[in-house]
């Protein structure tokens, strides 16, 4: 059997999480918070040792998901970066469950190399009956030494399916089957210790390595569109950020009283416009009231294409912190978010014809 070397980086959350020790909140009861090393995750594995691969262990965080950062993904990329230069056939990134949708494509845009990246954890910590963790772990060493996901970029792997994560969310609070590609389903699976593909993603896009300084000083949100939006949440973050997601109506739609703000505030900042559904694209020439989408773009409005508004802030993000321009933030959009501007000749800013 050949042994392929496989970096694992450990970041906390819920697959490294033990009870505490006292009242939560002064209630009874004990609730539980990351405490497990790396060593620890991997001795609770069983029948690693088939599994051909030799595990490089690296505790990087140990917090749950919800406190991560972009700089510390833009870190973590650095590490993995070392960890394969030093002979890693891949890696694994274990963490809390809360933003694996997020740090997961963050890594997909910072990797540039063949060798595979996987991010996993549990839904069930190691105190519960039937823990998830030891699974999903073997699961994604599988997949990150496996030449079958070579060229993949970061992928996520969960309930023994294998999702790309531009694709990839979680949809349940508490299910172990928690992850989904609405979008496309998984890419593939992993069964009886063999890795499966059994499609390929569009062509991963390649953003450069900001430093962790400037992608810490910048400032972007996701703000939601709701049903009566009078925008006062909009107007209130307008003025306090380098760039906005607009997780709009339907298709890519706002209320019409809004978009004259948002063509105003286009002018001064990046605005992308997402799909709060989560799946599907945003459309570019279709609906013409005000509002709509080509409304929205020929006021100067970007649109994000397959990219939900969680994943298209952190795109943009990037992109202000490597210096992007306007036109270039359109162009990365086009490209990562298969933006349906470019196939239908309606770009950011032009009139929809």
């Known amino acids: 059997m050949v042994i392929m070397k496989v970096a694992l980086f450990t970041l906390g959350g819920t697959i490294a999480s033990t009870p505490a020790p ?28 088939a599994a051909g691969a030799e595990l490089d262990v690296h505790d990087v965080r140990q917090v749950p998901g919800s406190c991560l950062t972009v700089s510390d993904i833009v870190g973590l990329a650095a590490a993995i970066r070392a960890g394969v230069d030093a002979g890693a056939a891949g890696a694994v990134v274990t963490q809390g469950t809360d933003t694996i949708e997020e740090t997961a494509f963050l890594l997909d845009l910072l990797w540039d190399g063949d060798e595979p990246v996987v991010v996993t954890g549990a839904m069930r910590n190691p105190a519960l009956a039937g823990p998830d963790g030891p699974a999903n772990v073997l699961s994604a060493v599988l997949v990150a030494a496996s030449p079958a996901a070579r060229g993949l970029g970061c ?45 390929r993603p569009l062509t991963r896009p390649g953003i450069p390595v900001p430093p962790a300084a400037a992608a810490a000083a910048v400032r972007t949100a996701v703000v939601t569109m709701v049903l009566g939006d009078d925008g006062t949440l909009l107007r209130s973050a307008a003025g306090q950020l380098d760039g906005l997601v607009v997780a709009g109506f339907g298709a890519g739609h706002v209320p019409a009283a809004l978009a004259p703000e948002l063509g105003a505030l286009a002018a001064r900042i990046p605005v992308v416009i997402a799909s709060r559904t989560g799946a599907g694209l945003v459309l570019a020439r279709t609906y013409s009231y005000p509002g709509s989408e080509r409304d929205l773009r020929a006021r100067g409005l970007i649109g994000a294409g397959i990219l939900d508004p969680l994943k298209a802030r952190l795109l943009l993000h990037l992109l202000l912190a490597g210096g992007a321009g306007r036109e270039a933030i359109a162009a990365a959009f086009r490209g990562a978010g298969a933006d349906l501007a470019a196939a239908s000749g309606t770009g950011a800013g032009e009139p929809a014809g």
Do not use: N, W
């Open 22 to 49: 006292g009242p939560v909140d002064g209630r009874a009861g004990h609730g539980v918070a990351p405490s497990l090393t790396g060593a620890d995750l991997v001795a609770a594995i069983p029948g690693l040792d």
């Open 155 to 199: 992928l996520v792997t969960f309930a023994d399916e294998i999702h790309a994560a531009r694709y990839v969310r979680k949809a349940h609070t508490t299910s172990v089957a928690a992850f989904t590609s609405p979008s496309c389903g998984p890419l593939g699976l992993v069964a009886e210790g063999h890795v499966v593909m059994l499609s």
